[in-house]
């Protein structure tokens, strides 16, 4: 048997890659993390969907973080949404009452997600979106994408973005299922992969 010279870094093999975890399940879910909304706030819609492989398959174990404007358009300034038990310092949820803009939904067995969130104003010209950011097993980074809701045609015509995206711009906007309820899948690969976005 050869042995490996391993008397300084450059000698060194490098890690072989594996595909255990990351375990997104532990320590990031916090009750009501996908409950975005004040309870009650006539402007809440619900989007939901699944997370699907390359093979159309569901994930069981993703996260999926949603960020979006106020109905107004201007971006949420509170300090903050969550409470704490003060004798354990555990996450209690949200308190029902401000509005930040960002929550986290992990994805059930079945792969599915949700959000219940405030319908987003336009900011800085374009259709109003939901920013998206997915984190899922066997992805070396997160992915980030964008929702755009039905409702104001004209507005996701003239959107610079998905007017660069000819017949692949569906992929970024929702179905919408019912009166405030909208419906959006995220493919990580394959047929009718979701667009993705890369920030530089």
Known sequence: MTKTDTSGPERVLPTPSHTVGPFYGYALPFPGGEEIAPAGHPDTVTVHGYVLDGEGRPLPDAFVEVWGACPDGTVPRVDGALRRDPATGGHLGRN???????????????????????????????????????????LLTHLFTRIYLPGDESALAADPLLGRLGERRGTLIADEEAAGTHRFDIRLQGEGETVFLEFR
């Open 96 to 138: 029902g009452v401000e509005f930040t803009g960002w929550g986290r939904a992990q994805t059930d067995a079945n792969g599915h997600w949700y959000t219940r969130t405030l319908r987003p104003g336009a900011r800085g010209g374009g259709a109003p979106y939901l920013s998206v950011c997915v984190f899922a097993r066997g």
